[in-house]
């Protein structure tokens, strides 16, 4: 396996490739959530690029970028032993020279960004999705693999690749939770004992709602109000049901919703987010 922190190296190493490429894009700090898309990658293809790099231009001012999990070392033997040729890890000068401000940017239209995580960070999508295509051209790959824990942002992907006739597949992959059911986030390292357990009532709505859709209760505001007594030690910051192709609101459950939730834990003030198909 090849680590590689520079554009010039990367395209030498990537034109030489056979067969075809997959990519895990990722911000690093890896967990089995990110191992389950570099498994599937390295069963899908011949060669799997894994690029660790946290992405300045799509956190906002008062977000977590200096503190965000840094541990380049752990991560390059996790790729490594699942079987990744090459660990794409630049510093931002290389991806973004000096100027970072100064930038094209692709923007995803506001219909899908004025909702959900977009609302409460503005121009984060922007972000995202600029460093997503930068990566696709980069790296050429055929495939590339994002959780469908990050719902929204596994959207805003399948549509730029459409919007912009990208040729590549996008191959979304399942939530990985824990076995009391938290899903899987480099972000839960910020978490205390006392976040953690206050943290899980995500995932209890989430489950509680599905089981209240089984017994057939439609109506969405039912489920909202169960769902704050769940998680009244958080401070919630969205409770939401769109249509899964469209993403657009839905007042009534039906067999394309997803419920997705984001909230912030007390102590650490760490923002979680999760989302369930109903
Ligand atoms: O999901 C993430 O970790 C990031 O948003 C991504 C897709 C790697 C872009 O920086």
Do not use: W
């Amino acid at each position: 396996m090849k680590i590689i922190d520079n554009i010039s190296e990367l395209k030498k190493e990537i034109a030489q490739l056979q067969g075809s490429i997959g990519l895990v894009p990722t911000m690093g700090a890896l967990h089995d959530g990110h191992k389950s898309l570099i498994d599937k990658a390295v069963s899908e293809n011949e060669n799997v690029v894994v690029s660790i790099f946290v992405n300045p231009i799509q956190f906002g001012a008062n977000e977590d970028l200096d503190k965000y999990p840094r541990q380049l070392e752990l991560d390059s033997k996790l790729c490594e032993n699942a079987g990744v040729k090459i660990v794409f890890a630049p510093k931002v000068s290389e991806m973004y020279g000096e100027n970072k401000n100064n930038l094209t940017l692709i923007c995803p239209p506001y219909g899908v960004v004025d909702k959900l995580c977009g609302k409460s960070r503005p121009g984060h999508f922007d972000g995202v999705c600029s460093v997503v295509a930068k990566l696709f051209n980069l790296t050429k790959a055929n495939k590339a693999y994002f959780g469908q824990k990050d719902a929204q942002q596994l959207f805003i992907i399948q549509k730029m690749v459409r919007d912009l006739n990208f040729d590549i597949e996008i191959v979304p992959c399942p939530i990985v939770r824990e076995a009391d059911n938290l899903a899987l986030s480099s972000r839960n390292q910020y978490l205390t004992p006392s976040d953690r357990k206050d943290g899980l009532s995500i995932s209890k709505a989430l489950f509680n709602a599905k089981e209240m859709v089984e017994r057939g209760i439609k109506q969405t505001r039912v489920i909202i109000d169960n769902s704050l007594k769940i998680m009244e030690e958080l401070d919630v910051e969205y409770i939401e049901f769109v249509d899964k192709n469209t993403f657009e609101f839905q007042e009534e459950i039906d067999e394309n919703t997803i419920m997705l939730i984001a909230a912030r834990v007390k102590e650490s003030n760490t923002r979680l987010i999760d989302n369930i198909n109903l």
